[in-house]
């Protein structure tokens, strides 16, 4: 791999956690060819087409994602709201179970399911929006949501290794 690229993807992952979803476009798919077995690559791609409202291109780059890594919930989000956003409930509502499955609580993927039981309140209206899309899949402004759970998840499970540590002990 030339250095090039390793600078390109970085470059690329620094403009991801800003927002600029144009520029990661501009980085990355000119570089198909050397990333084409990466799957960090095409989920950059999906999600930064997502966020940009390209669902077409977005689905493409993420299916190809979960061909690499199939079982990365963080592709598994953004193929559930592809899904609804194509009308397939039924695989949205499968891909939401199957994270839950995966990963018990999760939120995102409850909220996913949440989403649809509210579609279904509202005489079954079927169409889902972009800023919908983008609320139901792992981002810069899901984070700030779901970071104090991890922090609590973190220093609850540092607890419970101490208090293993000190049976053993």
């Known amino acids: ?39 960090d690559f095409y989920y950059y791609l999906g999600y930064s087409y997502l966020h940009t409202g390209d669902f077409i291109k977005a689905n493409y780059y993420l299916k190809r994602a979960l061909q690499l890594e199939p079982g990365d919930l963080r592709l598994l989000y953004g193929d559930a709201v592809l899904q609804l956003k194509k009308g397939e409930t039924a695989g949205a509502i499968r891909t939401w179970l199957r994270i839950r499955e995966m990963n018990p609580g999760d939120e995102l993927a409850g909220a996913g399911l949440e989403f649809l039981r509210n579609m279904e309140k509202k005489n079954g209206e079927k169409e889902i929006s972009s800023e919908e899309c983008c609320r139901l899949v792992p981002g810069r402004d899901n984070r700030k949501r779901f970071r104090r759970k991890i922090v609590l998840f973190s220093a609850s499970a540092l607890v419970a290794a101490v208090i293993i540590c000190m049976i053993l002990i």
């Open 1 to 39: 791999v030339a250095s090039g690229v390793c600078i390109d993807k970085y470059s690329a992952e620094k403009k991801f956690r800003n927002g600029r979803f144009l520029k990661v476009i501009e980085i990355l798919e000119p570089r198909i060819f050397e990333y084409r077995s990466n799957g």
